[in-house]
């Protein structure tokens, strides 16, 4: 109601104001004026009190209209008409006025400025107009004509005002007052009806002023929130032109709604560079030209501490000074307006770099490899990798050498230690490689090939001849990223969700490291010295950031976390990459060209905190998305202690010092197994790996340690087998392991064994002696609590221990002899005796309990009551009683048994078998290596020799009888004896063998032979088929049926006739036989209904004698020896074909002296005969040791002796010896060319007390049983090549070339590497095909060598018979000088440019030498040069000056010629040059008679002679003249009587000479010639032109 005059004089066009300035701006027709006000608040309301204005802007060619104030900009806006209207922009003071935009014509335009959301509002009388205040700020003062698009249109827009403490835009049109919000969204509400023209408006908190002229008065009206509307009375009568509401909030001042963001932080050791991202609104009220111009809070210091550095600054950056170097510090930064300040909610943690540290960054990207500062300053593409996509990148720090992989069809592996010039293709690979890392310390390459989804590795080495394709280190789908930490040996890698860790050394497989989650990771890296993994993962816009600790063989479980936002659409969950450097983990985007850096030490973030991100920007450098990043600092590649970085290499430790053995304190329940240590390395640890399997079980186990011991803790039964190696282990790989070696668990003490039996018998054939064969059943595994070693045997008599024995080889038997001297058995045995017999067997542990006593007597001879029977069921043992004992079912016929040793012998798929008859496994009798002889035999019959322990076998081969032996003890020893030439259609025959006569018998076909065995060559016919006896006890008319056995007490063979069914036994020395059993006499018991003669097969023991015929298909009959006509059966369920005696009785030897020879004196042991020899074998004889004469009677040979041989070379023994034979020759393989060894050679047989190596001497015991050292020798082979051969360039076309011969015999060295007389050792040196060299040293110049060229030389060594391969070594040789690469000429100069490469460093001066092309007697050189050994240098040469020309026109040669660093010169390529076209060369003048001065055409250079100039001058001291005329070039002679012109003076003496000219010019004068003029027709005399005056 109350009104105050503010301004009179003139209307008022427009009005606003600047609340914090308290500054009221008003419009005239033409001025600005600006008023200060002040306001009060009291009780009643708030008091405006107007101070004194200034005019701000006077218009003198305008009228003004609306006026708006920028309170935040400090700029004033106004509409100006002079004819058009137009939108004025002035500072706050009035200063600097611009119009902005002409505007369509009109008035009544009102203003608002918003310079909080960024935009200035007028309106037309249709339509309400927004521009952005960024368009009315432009410093182009053009006054453009608005083209803009309007936001709201009204039929009449007669007014608009802009409330920013709604904030809405209200506006008068037609029907009434509206409103919108500033967004322009919706459709506008109506907030009163009308029917009065509005003339002005104003508004505040939802409430509307507004003014209208009602007929003459002027009236206000007020709605509030749009309803009902409150009038005024009638005012003042004149109209309301402009109105302002005058709030603060209608002026709000700016306050942040978020604080800066993509804060970046790039550091150096003292300092940081910190940029940002000014906060962006959240509400889209605020355009882009919204109020920005923020004041930034700085807060820092060191992590955890108190001391605070804050300052302020209104930039995007800020510099952190005087910072700790290696350190973390905590950031803040807030951010203010002058409405209000926004406190940063979180800390940021960044890191200082180390001091010292001059890193480059090398990025793997689309375009090639980009090496640049590490903030990304100086970047560039490196010009000697490929611009093509670069998958990886790796740098060796210690041998500055990069690698890279090349990505296309197929990708590369490259090395460079200068990437702008050379590189080595290392590896071509069809697979995708990526992620390429480096182990450091090894110099190995690891990468992924995506295809098959493994890690690989090869060697980083350039020189890469001979190199291993890269090895699959593990497979593990899919394999998306890896990383390498070499000073521990491990390297990690992300297989689908997972991160594993895996020792590079192979020792473990790979263990989980990041178990499984629901978010994957994307990148890993490693901080090498710290052992902190670090790997990124995506959640929505951030990226979180992870870190733990780990060792070589473990990960710690727990591990920290930061959650960071990196980028504006980076978030780390698509492919990303991540390395460590300097403290710092750097973030690469691969489909960006970024990389991101932020603080490594995660642990120390905490609640409040966050880290900061760093951006690297590669200024100037377009390359595409980043695939790989890497440093070039030794700090990211640190090498232990201990260990230089010229030292580098795969490290792997030495094999341990000895095989795994089972340590002496074990128990069966501590098993410990111990080896000795490698050699220590003293920048790795070692661990040793023992791998083993046990028992039959071929599952390889294995146990880890860092000690020389671990404990098996398989609960392994007692004496379990153990096969084990152990390998030692760096950080970075193995050594081979140790020999596999063999041990035992520990045994129990064994349980006691069951069973004994014992059979009295005579053993030695015609002799008194008695002895017993001893027979027990043998302990299983775990019966023997593990492998019974042996068994032990006692003998009591009266309950006295008469004899304590052991087996032999763990037999399960044994007879009862002593050894009481050499070589002479005794039996302990006494005849009528009562014994008891105990059997305990013995392993590791001890001797288990003694059996039962089994008694027996020695009043008779005691034959085990069984045989074996032969039938359709196979063999068994069988009783008396028709019970079996054992079952053979695998024996077939035929077969033979040794009853001594209770051994069967049979052949069975074209082989032969032994196998116990009390069980146990076959085993094959015969080697391999006969196996095609046997599948050519039909066995028909076997027999048994037993004193020679020897196995024979009748067999058909294409129907001829042959007859062949294979000793028991030698299994390649299976040999022919005899073949008949006859052929036999039986094939039914029985064999028997008499050990003592050396003869064997068969019977076929009904006739009986006899083959003498010590003469082998015709068999005996003792009987004729069908034969029949006509005088009693004839052998020859005996019809013999197929039984045949040997009694070899008696020597007599059983038969059996086949006409009287009798068993006979006959005598080949008295060709007599006699009735033993008569079919006649035979009583039989009430049943019996058979009788089984005649017999079919017949067997013996010293009490009964056992036959079968084919008819008695499941009986054995058999009578006593004492009572031999009382039948008796045995009752088999099979057809029987044949039997065999179990009674050792019947298997007799003879005395030991007989069985053995001597071996007690030297002299009589074998001594060894080289008979030939190769350069790798020698063959040896030696004789075979004859029986004594005592034993010619007795037996016909030793039992097969087995020879021993002992080969050294020095005193070493050689591998694989000593080695067995049992012939008395043998060929000494793998030998040495042209090396002495010693060989001796022992013999022992199974009864020999000498056995293998020693000799029991009653003196001094077992004393070595070996014959006399030999000396034997082979012959030359091929020599060993030369080794370390080297070339090393010594000039253009010399090498020096040295090399390591083979060694030769000399200072107690033995090793013959020349394998030849040392005497002969020559190398033969080779430059390609030619043979250059002869020499016996090991360094030599090699001379004409190609120059500038890898020049291949090859050596070998010969020794006089042989020659080793050759072995290449190739030689860069220096280069000759270089060709020029520019060259000119004058007409009597040339000049030669050279650029110097590399390859010219080895010389050190140059000159260039020119001589003509047809005389080389004249030479030209030009200064030397001295070279600067820099690739690229510039040298220019200059040969022929004015003071010594060169011809003109004239070919000449030219050639640089090099001083080099030897002192020596060479020359380079020739080149010719021609020089430029000159003037003609000299003519040369004559006079001949008359007066006729000729001369001849001279060399015209080039350029065709145009014409002579003969010139005469007068010989006079006192007067000048000189004349001269022209000639054309056609004419070469003068008549001189005719030349007045040239000749003036009468009797004057003229000196004349000729030029000849061309286009260049005259020539050099001729020679002279001196004329005198006497008169005019004119004579004179010449000069010699040798004497001819100057030109």
């Known amino acids: 109601e109350n009104f105050i005059k503010v301004y009179n004089n003139s209307t008022v066009k427009g009005i606003d104001f600047h ?88 008035h009544n335009i009102s203003l608002f400025v918003d310079p909080l959301h960024g935009y200035i509002y007028w309106n037309s009388q249709t339509e309400l107009l927004r521009v952005s205040l960024s368009e009315v700020q432009s410093e182009d003062c053009a006054c453009a004509d608005f083209s803009g698009n309007s936001n709201i249109t009204d039929a009449n827009l007669y007014e608009f005002i802009l409330d920013l403490s709604d904030p809405i835009i209200y506006y008068a049109g037609v029907g009434g007052i509206n409103s919108v919000t500033l967004e322009f969204m919706g459709p506008s509400s109506f907030v009163t009806s009308l029917s009065i023209d509005v003339t002005a408006m104003g508004s505040y908190d939802n409430t509307v002023i507004y003014s209208a002229n009602v007929g003459e008065s002027v009236f206000l009206f007020v709605n509030i929130d749009g309803g009902s509307t409150i009038e005024s009375s009638a005012l003042i009568s004149s109209p309301i032109s402009v109105m302002r509401s005058m709030r603060q909030s209608l002026q709000p001042l700016p306050i942040p709604d978020s604080l800066p963001t993509n804060v970046r932080v790039f550091t150096t050791s003292t300092q940081a560079v910190v940029n940002w991202d000014m906060p962006q609104y959240t509400s889209e009220l605020f355009g882009d030209s919204a109020f920005r111009q923020w004041t930034y809070i700085i807060k820092y210091s060191l992590l955890g ?28 930064i807030s951010v203010s307006g002058s409405g209000g300040e926004l406190m940063a909610e979180e800390a940021l943690v960044f890191s200082t770099e180390l001091p010292g540290t001059v890193t480059q960054i090398l990025v793997g990207a689309d375009k090639g490899v980009i090496q640049a500062n590490v903030d990304g300053t100086s970047a560039s593409i490196i010009g000697g990798i490929d611009s093509t996509a670069t998958n990886g990148i790796a740098y060796d720090t210690w041998s500055n050498v990069y690698y890279w992989i090349i990505r296309g069809g197929q990708s590369t592996v490259f090395a460079a230690t200068d990437p702008n010039s050379e590189r080595d293709k290392l590896y ?53 990223a890896l990383a390498i930490d070499s000073l521990h040996g491990v390297l990690f890698y992300i297989s689908g969700d997972t991160i594993y860790l895996k020792t590079l050394n192979g020792l473990m497989d790979q263990l989980t490291c990041v178990p499984s989650s629901t978010v994957t990771p994307t990148a890993i890296a490693v901080d090498s010295v710290e052992s902190v993994l670090y790997w990124i993962h995506g959640r929505e816009d951030f990226t979180t950031i992870n870190s733990l600790h780990y060792s070589e063989q473990s990960c710690d479980e727990s591990f920290n976390s930061v959650e960071v936002y990196i980028a504006p659409g980076f978030n780390g969950a698509s492919e990303s990459g991540l390395e460590y450097y300097s403290g710092k983990l750097y973030i690469s985007d691969f489909n960006s060209d970024k990389v991101y850096t932020v603080a490594a030490n995660i642990s120390a973030i905490e609640v409040g905190q966050t880290l900061a991100i760093g951006r690297i920007d590669f200024a100037n450098v377009e390359f595409g998305s980043i695939r790989d990043i890497a440093f070039t600092s030794n700090s990211t590649q640190p090498i232990p202690d201990g260990l230089i970085a010229d030292m580098r290499g795969n490290f792997a430790p030495s094999t341990p010092g000895s095989p795994p053995q089972l340590d002496p304190l074990s128990n069966s329940t501590n098993i410990i197994v111990t080896w000795s240590p490698s050699d220590q390395l003293p920048f790795s640890p070692i661990w040793y790996k023992l791998s083993y399997t046990t028992g039959a079980s071929s599952e390889m186990k294995s146990i880890i340690s860092s000690g020389t011991s671990v404990t098996l803790t398989d609960m392994l039964p007692p004496y379990t ?68 070693t042996n068994y032990g045997i006692r003998l009591y008599r009266g309950g006295s221990l008469q004899l304590e024995l052991a087996s032999i080889d763990n037999s399960t038997q044994i007879v009862l002899e002593e050894r009481s001297e050499r070589n002479i058995l005794s039996y302990p045995l006494v005849g009528n005796a009562n014994y008891s017999i105990t059997v305990f067997a013995i392993n590791q542990a001890g001797n288990g309990p003694e059996s039962q006593n089994f008694t027996f007597s020695t009043s008779g001879l005691s034959s085990p009551e069984e045989i074996v029977v032969f039938g359709s069921s196979g063999a068994e043992v069988v009783g008396l009683d028709g019970m079996q004992s054992s079952a053979l079912q695998e024996v077939t016929a035929p077969l033979t048994v040794n009853t001594i040793e209770r051994e069967v012998y049979w052949y069975s798929n074209q082989t032969l078998y032994r196998k116990s008859i009390d069980g146990g496994i076959e085993v094959a009798l015969v080697s391999s290596s006969h196996a095609s002889t046997l599948k050519s035999l039909f066995p028909v019959a076997f027999a048994y020799e037993w004193v020679g322990h020897t196995v024979y076998m009748a067999a058909l081969r294409d129907g001829h009888f042959t007859l062949w032996r294979v000793p028991i003890r030698n299994p390649d020893g299976f040999e022919l004896v005899y073949e008949d030439s006859a052929t036999y259609a039986e094939l039914r025959v029985n064999l028997a063998v008499d050990s003592f006569k050396g003869l064997a018998y068969w019977l076929a076909q009904g006739v009986l032979y006899k083959l003498d065995l010590t003469n082998p060559t015709a068999a005996e016919t003792l009987t004729a088929a069908g034969g029949r006896r006509k005088r009693a006890g004839s052998l020859q008319e005996v019809d013999l049926a ?7 007490a008696s020597g007599l063979l059983w038969v059996s006739d086949a006409s009287t069914g009798d068993i006979l036994t006959c005598s080949i020395t008295s060709n007599m036989c006699g009735v033993e059993v008569s079919a006649s006499a035979l009583q039989m018991s009430s049943g019996q209904a058979e009788i089984g003669l005649p017999a079919s097969s017949i067997t013996l023991d010293e009490e009964r004698i056992y036959w079968t015929n084919d008819n008695s298909s499941d009986i054995v009959f058999f009578v006593d020896r004492t009572s031999p006509t009382v039948l008796q059966m045995i009752l088999v369920g099979s057809n029987i074909s044949s039997l065999y005696s179990t009674s050792p009785g019947i298997q007799p030897f003879p005395s030991s002296n007989c069985l053995s020879p001597d071996f007690g004196d030297v002299a009589d042991r074998p001594m060894p005969r080289q008979i030939a020899n190769s350069n790798t074998s020698v063959t040896v004889e030696w004789d075979e040791p004859a029986l004594p004469p005592e034993c010619s009677g007795v037996t016909y040979s030793f039992p097969p002796l087995e020879y021993i041989l002992e080969l050294r070379l020095g005193e070493t023994l050689i591998a694989g010896y000593p080695i067995a034979t049992y012939n008395t020759e043998y060929t000494l393989t793998g030998l040495q060319p042209y090396t002495e060894y010693e060989l001796k050679v022992s013999a022992s047989n199974q009864y020999t007390m000498a056995r293998f190596y020693f000799h029991y001497d009653e003196m001094t015991g077992m004393v070595e049983a070996f014959g006399p050292d030999v000396d034997v020798m082979t012959s030359e082979g091929v020599p060993l090549k030369p080794v370390n051969v080297t070339a090393i360039p010594k000039g253009t076309r010399e090498a020096a070339v040295s090399w390591d011969g083979p060694y030769v015999p000399h200072d107690g060295l033995i090793v013959n590497e020349l394998r030849g007389d040392p005497n002969n050792l020559l190398f033969f040196v080779y430059v390609g095909e030619d043979l250059v060299e002869t020499t016996n040293i090991t360094e030599i110049i090699v001379h004409s060598l190609v120059p500038g060229t890898i020049n291949t030389i090859m050596v070998q060594t010969s020794n006089g018979v042989f020659e080793s391969e050759l072995v290449s070594v190739e030689v860069l040789t220096w280069a000759l000088p270089p ?85 020596e010169l ?56 000189e004349n001269e005329m022209s000639l054309p070039s056609s004419q070469r002679e003068l008549d001189l009587t005719k030349s007045e012109e040239l000749l003036k003076q009468k009797m004057a003496q003229y000196i004349i000479r000729v030029f000849a000219r061309n286009e260049i010019g005259h020539s050099k004068s001729s020679n002279t010639i001196l004329v005198t003029r006497t008169d005019v027709s004119g004579t004179g005399q010449g000069t010699d032109p040798s004497s001819a005056g100057p030109s």
Request: hydrophobic share 40%; glycine share 6%; net charge negative.
């Open 19 to 106: 609340f914090e300035r308290s500054e009221l701006y008003l419009t005239t027709s033409n001025e600005i004026r600006k008023l200060n006000f002040n306001l009060t608040k009291t009780g009643e309301g708030v008091v405006i009190s107007l101070l004194p204005g200034e005019t701000v802007l006077v218009s003198r060619d305008a009228t003004l209209g609306a006026i708006a104030v920028d309170w935040l900009n400090n700029h004033l806006y106004w509409i100006e008409y002079s004819g058009t209207a137009k939108l004025v922009r002035a500072d706050i003071d009035g200063s600097s006025p611009c119009c902005v935009y002409s505007l369509e014509s009109g």
């Open 305 to 332: 501490s108190m001391d605070e550095v804050v300052f302020n600054t209104t930039e995007l950056m800020a510099t952190l000074t005087n910072l700790n170097p290696g350190s973390l510090y905590e950031m803040s």
């Open 428 to 480: 071509m690979r069809r697979d995708f490689p990526l992620s390429l890392k480096l182990d450091w310390i090894t110099q190995t390459l690891y990468w992924i090939e995506q295809s098959e989804s493994v890690i690989v590795r090869a060697s980083a080495l350039s020189d890469t001849a001979g190199i291993p394709e890269p090895e699959v280190v593990l497979h593990s789908p899919p394999i998306t």
């Open 721 to 788: 087998s153990v096969l084990a190696s152990v390998t030692a282990y760096s950080l970075w790989s193995a050594s081979e392991p140790t020999e596999s070696a063999t041990f035992f668990t520990p045994p129990q003490v064994p349980g006691p064994v069951n069973t004994v039996r014992a059979y009295v018998y005579n053993p030695v054939r015609g002799a008194s002696n008695i002895t017993a064969l001893v027979v027990w059943d043998g302990l299983t595994h775990l019966e023997a609590g593990g492998i019974v």
């Open 1042 to 1048: 197929p039984a045949l056995t040997l009694d070899s």
């Open 1379 to 1463: 060709a020029p690469t520019n060259t000119s000429s004058t007409n009597y100069s040339i000049s030669a440019t050279f650029v110097l490469e590399t390859k010219h460093f080895e010389i050190n001066l140059i000159y260039l030498r020119v001589w003509e092309e047809t005389h080389e007697d004249e030479v030209y050189v030009s200064e030397n040069q001295t070279v600067a050994s820099e690739s690229g240098q510039v040298m220019s040469f200059t040969v022929g000056y004015v003071t010594k020309p060169l011809k003109a026109f004239t070919v000449y040669n030219v050639e640089a010629v090099a001083t080099y660093l030897n002192n």
């Open 1466 to 1521: 060479d020359n380079g390529k020739i080149f010719n040059i021609t020089t430029g076209v000159g003037v003609p060369e000299s003519p040369v003048i004559m006079l001949v008679d008359n007066g006729i001065l000729k001369w001849s055409e001279p060399r015209s250079n080039g350029a065709i002679i145009t014409s002579y100039i003969v010139n005469a001058m007068l010989d006079s001291e006192t007067q000048d003249e």
